[in-house]
């Protein structure tokens, strides 16, 4: 794995626009999976797993299954489950120590479909290979590298401080062949936990990390008690990993003060969490340092199993706001980030389709931007802007400096101030405009820009409505 990587300031290509989640495999596939690989990933857990035909797959855990009943009260039954589980749906072999965490594949799953759909839709070129990830306390599975070397051609840095998980997550590298593709890494409790200096490594795309959830001893104890212990099946967790200090919020705390200095060096910044409290604290402390560009989403798994995963960027691409406001929690509907899609309009249809699209793409390629592209079959485009080039103010900046002899050339530029989507979306009855925010830090210009677009829209044909989406938290 070659740790030199391009510099963190490098500025994003411009041609194209961001892709939806895309990449290979070389797990052995189930026959019945769909033709697209990415697909097949994303549906993978979709439904309940069927454990007595999975029995069937799997001798050794078909000795602890009971017709379609699994124990998860029992640590052979839910490590029989994981193993049988990775081995047909990923073709990964894995050891686990019985005194170590075993983990539920499917929510670990989640977690790498979440980051590869942050990653996807915050570039304008879809990027597969050469992606490089920092899993921060991997455990003896390994299993985040492990699932991401498996469904995507990345590589992997997996640090620990416990020598027993180290051993095993090594050996479970090596099991499945993937010592080119992940770096196992001792720290020590001190260290920072993002070791890209000593690593002698410029940038990496991400880092992860499932924290241990409690803050002390007594505090996992009395969880349990109260039956609020996650997960809910067996835990065959060590201390090391279920307790620390300040719990989740203190460790995603200190990736967040390390994450101050690195800022750009890490493209995103991400943890998993257990506690829907944890994720308004890691939200207020972002917001208390100015991180506006974040992500929060959850993951379901069941009826019993629920976590968050919260994200954070200091570069300018914005994820979808799908993956950016995953939640539908009412008690996390302040902590959300601003919205950064929007329909601005509806038109009747009463006229040519194409000779709106037109008008709106035509209006739009008058603004003097640094980059515009337009897919006249899709009906959609991808722009750059400097500035906020579409108001008044902007056009009397251009006059005065063309009167005393300056020019503006906007397309040399490399840091857009806003980066934009425009779609039209053909129905029945009407025509709806929207947008959607790229890139950029000010939540104002996704507003402004709105407003263009709606003027714009309004020019081409009959009005049947303006939506009021201004970007709030």
């Known amino acids: 794995m070659d740790g030199k990587r391009k510099q963190p300031h490098d500025e994003p290509e411009t041609t194209g626009e961001p892709h939806e989640a895309r990449g290979s495999s070389g797990a052995k596939m189930q026959s019945h999976e ?56 990923f073709g990964l072999c894995l050891e686990t120590p019985d005194d170590r965490l075993c983990p539920p594949v499917a929510n670990r799953h989640n977690y790498i479909l ?12 879809p990027r597969s290979a050469g992606v490089l990830g920092l899993d921060i306390g991997t455990g003896a599975s390994c299993i985040y590298p492990l699932l991401g070397c498996t469904q995507r051609p ?25 010592e080119a593709k992940i770096k196992v890494v001792p720290r020590q409790p001190t260290d920072k936990l993002i070791p890209l200096d000593d690593l002698g490594i410029d940038a990496i795309d991400f880092c992860m990390t499932n924290p241990p959830f409690y803050t002390s001893d007594e505090q996992m104890r009395k969880s349990a008690e109260a039956k609020d212990r996650p997960p809910s099946t067996a835990c065959t967790g060590a201390a090391v990993e279920m307790v620390t200090t300040g719990g989740e919020v203190g460790f995603v705390k200190r990736i967040i003060e390390e994450s101050l200095e ?69 008690t996390l509907r302040a902590y959300l980030p601003p919205v950064s899609e929007a329909d601005v309009a509806r038109l009747e249809l009463g006229g040519s389709i194409s000779k709106t699209a037109n008008g709106i793409r035509d209006a739009i390629g008058e ?28 056009r009397r900046k251009k006059k005065k400096m063309e009167m005393d002899g300056e020019t503006i050339d906007v397309r040399e530029r490399q840091d857009a101030a806003f980066g934009f989507e425009v779609w039209i979306r053909v129905g029945k009855h009407e025509m709806v405009v929207g947008c959607r925010w790229l890139e950029g830090h000010d939540a104002k210009l996704f507003e402004s820009f709105q407003g263009f677009l709606t003027s714009a829209a309004k020019a081409q044909g009959s009005l049947l409505k303006v939506h009021n989406n201004k970007p709030k938290c």
């Open 262 to 330: 690195m800022k750009h060096r890490v493209g995103w910044y991400t943890s998993m969490v257990g506690f829907l409290a944890s994720v308004i604290a890691i939200v207020e402390e972002l917001r208390t340092h100015g991180i506006h560009n974040y992500a929060v989403t959850e993951f379901v798994q069941g009826n019993k199993t629920r976590r968050w995963a919260v994200g954070w960027s200091f570069r300018t691409m914005r994820p979808a706001q799908a993956i950016a406001r995953g939640s539908a929690s009412a």
């Open 114 to 125: 979440w980051l590869k759909k942050l990653l996807d839709s915050t570039c304008y070129e």
């Open 34 to 89: 769909p033709s697209d690989p990415e697909r097949r990933w994303n549906e993978l857990y979709a439904e309940p797993v069927d454990f007595k035909e999975l029995s069937l797959r799997d001798a050794a855990f078909a000795a602890v299954v009971k017709g379609r009943d699994v124990n998860f009260n029992d640590p052979k039954a839910v490590q029989a489950l994981t193993k049988a589980l990775l081995k047909r749906d």
């Open 367 to 394: 603004l003097d931007l640094m980059h515009w592209v337009w897919d006249q079959q899709k009906m959609q485009g991808t722009g750059r802007a400097a500035d906020n080039v579409w108001n008044r103010a902007w």
């Open 154 to 178: 990345w590589s992997f840095i997996a640090t620990d401080i416990d020598p027993k998980s180290l051993e095993f997550a090594e050996r479970n590298v090596k099991r499945n062949g993937l």
